[in-house]
């Protein structure tokens, strides 16, 4: 069993917001891959299935990003994974410029407040995360407006590529494990 989370928060108000890019791109591998997002349990949305002949979990938790481990936590010991092997966490990140991920095998919060919560529930930073670039605050901004607003309009094609990415690099992690992925995907700039 793999685990496949994307991080955001819940209520309608933060839909196509930077800080939910994680939910979007779980979104987009539930449609890739034909794993309806039906079920509620460990604090989150799920969908289970299969990719790559692989039995996956795909998770949004609904714990709010800052608890984020409280539904990946439980998910994690109840299907006894190896979040080393096992755990792929989808998240944003205000250091890469949108049309950009990265993905790394371990690794800090970064100040992250999800990562962090995730990180204290496993007790390791040692899972796959795959970093989707939101962009850096404009200079005078608060962090949170930043996170919590929408990309503007011209960005929107550019984002649904990017998420369609990031379903490919899921898969290949599932299917080849994240040192391939990383050999394909870091340091690239998806374009529209």
Known sequence: MKIIAGLGNPETKYTATRHNVGFDAVTCISDEFDIPLDRE???????RGFIGGEKVLLM????YMNLSGEAIGPA??????????????????????????RIRKKGSAGGHNGMKSIIAHLGTQEFTRIKI?????????????????????????LMRKVFATVADAAELIVKEGADAAMNRYNGIKIEV
């Open 60 to 63: 949004k938790p609904l714990t």
């Open 76 to 101: 994690a010991s109840f299907f006894k994974i190896d979040p080393s092997d096992d755990l792929i966490v989808i998240q944003d990140d205000i250091d890469l410029e949108p049309g950009t991920i």
């Open 133 to 157: 670039g939101v962009g850096a605050k404009p200079e005078g901004w608060d962090l949170a407006d930043h996170v919590l607003a929408r990309f503007p309009k011209e960005l929107e094609p």
């Open 41 to 47: 349990e460990f604090k989150a949305k799920t969908g």
